[in-house]
């Protein structure tokens, strides 16, 4: 019998701490996930502010590329330094500390006084992203599996136990965790330019606004994150510094995924930085909150797709996803020589379905194949393929469009990308 001063979630005096969770795993769950969302959010406030920037700093066309690229950079770098660490120093500090990150670039960019501070900014949000967001990932992954378990052994009763009724569980955890992962991320990225969009066109401060209720946010999400005592799952001994490899028996289906993160996810770079660009050329208007929409149609439609498609064949989601993505930016192409806004929405609805159709199947095959004690590392490594995807296509196509007309730059990108599309929904679609 316990003592009054201990119970299931009290820890004796002079034992080792909790292993479970002070906060319960349930809003553990949901806040981590509103954590990773709150992270891409912030990532993407800046999205549709380059020209107000352009206008108040007195900067060249090529400035926000470059302010773009420290981003995508610092990223990949802080992914590669920063992947495996949440595998041996747990995953709260990791998204505490993303979040902490990602809200003191929102205070720069609200006080930005030149472009030296978007760079900043920009830099310090890359490493949030980079440093957190395998860590959130997993700890999702982890806080469903576990909670599935519970709720089976605890309905089931002791007799369940070694059974293997706990693992039979755990892919519906790990599915689960896959949906809400996907959404946060693309949901987070479609509310960013969203809001700021609405903000510079019709708020009285729409360079401060969005930034310091992002920055309230974060920060009021990482003070309630430090309630939650996760539970150990053994980690690995020592911190190092991430490899981009993935377990053996993993190396085939991995380069499949990472073909397909880099296709949708440079899809998604392209809308977050080009598209207003190049709707603002179609449509002849300036209207920012007009402009910052299409990317959230594009990823509204990926979150949508993700929640039905729950239940989807790995293999058929990715093939399917990446068909409709290159049928999408087809049509989204075709939209300039129409003169017509049909084909750019139509495109942006059919390529955000494949975007998300594809990522969801890809990120649930992650999470039930890999091992949990590399889960973050291998984690990680896929997000390497996502960020350069979401980097570097678009860098090449804003300096490409310094040459010939934006129609002729986003022909290209179409057509590779959209290439490389079709070729990996072949692939995945035989294995």
């Given at each position: 019998?316990?003592?009054?001063?201990?119970?299931?979630?009290?820890?004796?005096?002079?034992?080792?701490?909790?292993?479970?969770?002070?906060?319960?795993?349930?809003?553990?769950?949901?806040?981590?996930?509103?954590?990773?969302?709150?992270?891409?959010?912030?990532?993407?406030?800046?999205?549709?502010?380059?020209?107000?920037?352009?206008?108040?700093?007195?900067?060249?066309?090529?400035?926000?590329?470059?302010?773009?690229?420290?981003?995508?950079?610092?990223?990949?770098?802080?992914?590669?330094?920063?992947?495996?660490?949440?595998?041996?120093?747990?995953?709260?500090?990791?998204?505490?500390?993303?979040?902490?990150?990602?809200?003191?670039?929102?205070?720069?960019?609200?006080?930005?006084?030149?472009?030296?501070?978007?760079?900043?900014?920009?830099?310090?949000?890359?490493?949030?992203?980079?440093?957190?967001?395998?860590?959130?990932?997993?700890?999702?992954?982890?806080?469903?599996?576990?909670?599935?378990?519970?709720?089976?052994?605890?309905?089931?009763?002791?007799?369940?136990?070694?059974?293997?009724?706990?693992?039979?569980?755990?892919?519906?955890?790990?599915?689960?965790?896959?949906?809400?992962?996907?959404?946060?991320?693309?949901?987070?990225?479609?509310l960013g330019p969203a809001v700021s969009g609405l903000l510079a066109e019709y708020a009285a401060a729409p360079l401060m606004l969005g930034y310091l209720s992002h920055a309230a946010v974060s920060v009021a999400?990482?003070?309630?994150?430090?309630?939650?005592?996760?539970?150990?799952?053994?980690?690995?001994?020592?911190?190092?510094?991430?490899?981009?490899?993935?377990?053996?028996?993993?190396?085939?289906?991995?380069?499949?995924?990472?073909?397909?993160?880099?296709?949708?996810?440079?899809?998604?770079?392209?809308?977050?930085?080009?598209?207003?660009?190049?709707?603002?050329?179609?449509?002849?208007?300036?209207n920012l909150a007009v402009l910052g929409s299409f990317p959230c149609v594009l990823l509204g439609a990926s979150c949508l797709a993700q929640l039905t498609a729950r239940n989807a064949v790995t293999g058929n989601g990715v093939a399917s996803g990446l068909t409709m993505?290159?049928?999408?930016?087809?049509?989204?192409?075709?939209?300039?020589?129409?003169?017509?806004?049909?084909?750019?929405?139509?495109?942006?609805?059919?390529?955000?379905?494949?975007?998300?159709?594809?990522?969801?199947?890809?990120?649930?095959?992650?999470?039930?194949?890999?091992?949990?004690?590399?889960?973050?590392?291998?984690?990680?490594?896929?997000?390497?393929?996502?960020?350069?995807?979401?980097?570097?296509?678009?860098?090449?196509?804003?300096?490409?469009?310094?040459?010939?007309?934006?129609?002729?730059?986003?022909?290209?990108?179409?057509?590779?990308?959209?290439?490389?599309?079709?070729?990996?929904?072949?692939?995945?679609?035989?294995?």
């Open positions: 019998m316990s003592s009054p001063s201990t119970g299931p979630d009290r820890a004796p005096v002079g034992t080792a701490p909790a292993r479970w969770v002070r906060l319960p795993n349930r809003p553990a769950f949901w806040l981590v996930a509103c954590a990773f969302g709150l992270l891409h959010i912030g990532a993407n406030l800046p999205s549709p502010l380059y020209g107000v920037y352009r206008q108040k700093f007195d900067f060249s066309a090529g400035v926000p590329t470059l302010v773009y690229a420290s981003y995508a950079v610092t990223l990949i770098g802080a992914l590669l330094l920063c992947g495996s660490l949440s595998d041996s120093h747990g995953r709260k500090r990791w998204v505490i500390t993303g979040s902490l990150l990602s809200a003191t670039a929102s205070l720069l960019l609200a006080a930005a006084a030149g472009v030296g501070w978007l760079f900043a900014a920009r830099v310090l949000q890359g490493v949030a992203m980079g440093a957190s967001g395998g860590a959130a990932t997993a700890a999702l992954a982890e806080l469903a599996a576990r909670r599935t378990s519970t709720q089976g052994t605890s309905t089931q009763g002791t007799s369940t136990q070694g059974t293997g009724t706990e693992v039979a569980e755990a892919p519906r955890g790990t599915a689960k965790a896959s949906t809400v992962a996907t959404i946060a991320l693309a949901g987070g990225a479609a999400v990482a003070a309630v994150l430090t309630t939650w005592r996760e539970r150990p799952i053994g980690r690995s001994a020592a911190p190092r510094v991430q490899r981009l490899g993935v377990p053996a028996g993993l190396r085939r289906p991995f380069a499949r995924a990472a073909a397909t993160m880099f296709a949708i996810w440079a899809l998604v770079g392209l809308f977050l930085s080009i598209v207003p660009s190049y709707a603002a050329e179609l449509l002849r208007t300036g993505l290159a049928l999408g930016l087809g049509a989204i192409v075709l939209a300039f020589p129409a003169q017509s806004w049909w084909p750019l929405l139509a495109g942006s609805v059919l390529a955000g379905v494949g975007h998300g159709l594809g990522f969801a199947s890809t990120m649930r095959w992650i999470n039930d194949v890999c091992p949990p004690r590399r889960r973050g590392e291998v984690l990680s490594a896929l997000y390497v393929p996502l960020y350069v995807g979401l980097g570097i296509p678009v860098i090449g196509v804003g300096f490409l469009a310094g040459i010939v007309p934006l129609f002729s730059a986003v022909t290209v990108f179409a057509v590779v990308i959209g290439g490389l599309a079709l070729t990996t929904a072949v692939w995945a679609a035989r294995h």
